[in-house]
């Protein structure tokens, strides 16, 4: 079986990301992810996001452009939804190539279900970790 069908394994690459850069990088979509484009309810995307805040760079990343990015802006300051850059890479600058650089992808249109599963675990292993060691 290819290793990429290992949820363990994603697991576990998450979590050397993390400790090897003290961040992951996650990069969501705008619209059906964060904003309910078409209705859909997009609140346990939103509350992942900001469980993930202490732990990740956050991008933005959408097929919005030009004016319609101080929309996406407005959206997401005025809905609480926490992020570092829209449509940039995690340090600021422009994205060099057609795709951003990221760990995980939350995105309606890619495997949204998936990456929402994995990055809870990946949140729950944090946590219980973070608890064993205040604990010695």
């Known amino acids: 079986m290819d290793s990429f069908f290992d949820r363990d394994r994603q697991l576990d690459v998450l979590l050397e990301q993390y400790e090897k850069h003290g961040k992951i ?28 805040r202490p732990y990740a760079h956050l991008i933005c990343f959408t097929a919005r452009f030009d004016e319609k990015l101080e929309v996406v802006r407005e959206f997401l300051v005025s809905n609480n939804i926490p992020y570092d850059y829209i449509n940039k890479e995690f340090n600021g600058d422009d994205i060099a190539v057609k795709k951003v650089l990221y760990n995980q992808l939350l995105d309606d249109k890619a495997g949204l279900y998936e990456s929402y599963l994995i990055l809870t675990e990946f949140i729950k292993h944090i946590g219980e970790n973070k608890a064993k060691t205040s604990s010695l």
């Open 25 to 52: 990088i996650v990069a969501f979509d705008f619209d059906d992810t964060v904003h309910p484009f078409r209705g859909n309810d997009c609140r346990q995307v939103i509350q992942l996001l900001r469980d993930l």
